[in-house]
């Protein structure tokens, strides 16, 4: 059976390494959503080698795009099969210096879209007796430095949320996974870390050095992940709740990276 996917965020990094991994696997075709509509064109014409491609631009700050994407899914392939919530908003703030609107930015992103995309993806999924849900999430959803606080709570809201899904929709066929991503190397990453935190533009080497694997995680280690969440080999750890990360998770005290070498 051919399947079909959608991806949001996927103009670039995990979003679109994933859906160039779907197609890879024979997927009839994937959706990509991102706001971004130059990159989307970009990242479509790449993409399209492997196999058939739509992009939606969209923001996910409407409350009008969940619906709207799902719709546009199964008008342009009849379906759909795997939902991947790669989309999310980084955006810096503590308790102490969150102000209302960062907050909503990063509720309406990180908890309520992925919230309603599951819920229109779930229905079509439900009534054809199966689908899968990836919802990519963060280590820092167990807690993380100062300026992370709201986005931490954003990304706990998030597993709960996809245990919820899988719990809900299990015996109507539909499984629901959480990626809890450590440090990885994408454009937004590198965006981040130079115009926000000033670091050079080779700063994921040396950070990198430092880890166990001697480098910070890529696109294309969590792709892998996801071609194996979406098979039917996957099947018997519904909710799972997975922590790519090198370090594991409490550990963080002893973090090498965060130390000064």
């Not at 939606?56 to 409350?63: C, Q, T, V």
């Not at 999310?88 to 919230?115: C, H, M, Q, W, Y």
């Not at 245990?163 to 629901?176: C, P, T």
Request: glycine content about 10%; charged content about 15%; hydrophobic content about 45%.
């Amino acid at each position: 059976m051919s399947k079909v996917a959608l991806v949001t965020g996927g103009a670039q990094g995990i979003g679109r390494a994933c859906a160039q991994k779907l197609l890879e696997l024979s997927y009839a075709g994937v959706v990509l959503l991102d706001r971004n509509a130059q990159a989307l064109q970009q990242s479509a014409q790449a993409l399209s080698k492997s196999g058939k491609v739509e992009i939606l631009a969209a923001d996910l700050r409407d409350e009008a795009t969940p619906a709207k994407a799902v719709a546009f899914t199964i008008e342009k392939f009849g379906r759909i099969d795997v939902l991947i919530n790669a989309a999310g908003s980084t955006a810096r703030g503590g308790i102490a210096d969150t102000s209302s609107e960062t907050l909503n930015v990063l509720l309406d992103v990180n908890v309520k879209a992925p919230f309603f995309l599951m819920q229109e993806a779930t229905r079509h999924m439900a009534a054809q007796g199966h689908g899968t849900i990836i919802n990519v999430a963060s280590m820092i959803g167990y807690g993380g430095p100062p300026n992370l606080g709201a986005y931490s709570a954003t990304k706990a809201a998030l597993m709960t949320l996809t245990k919820h899904a899988a719990q809900e929709f299990a015996w109507k066929g539909v499984r629901a996974y959480c990626i809890n991503l450590g440090w990885a190397l994408t454009e937004g990453e590198q965006e981040t870390q130079t115009k926000v935190h000033g670091m050079p533009a080779n700063w994921f080497e040396e950070i990198g050095s430092r880890m166990p694997a001697g480098r910070l995680i890529l696109p294309s280690d969590i792709a892998d992940l996801c071609a194996y969440l979406v098979s039917p080999s996957a099947q018997l750890m519904n909710g799972a709740v997975i922590d790519f990360e090198q370090i594991p998770v409490g550990m963080f005290r002893d973090h090498p990276v965060l130390k000064t070498p």
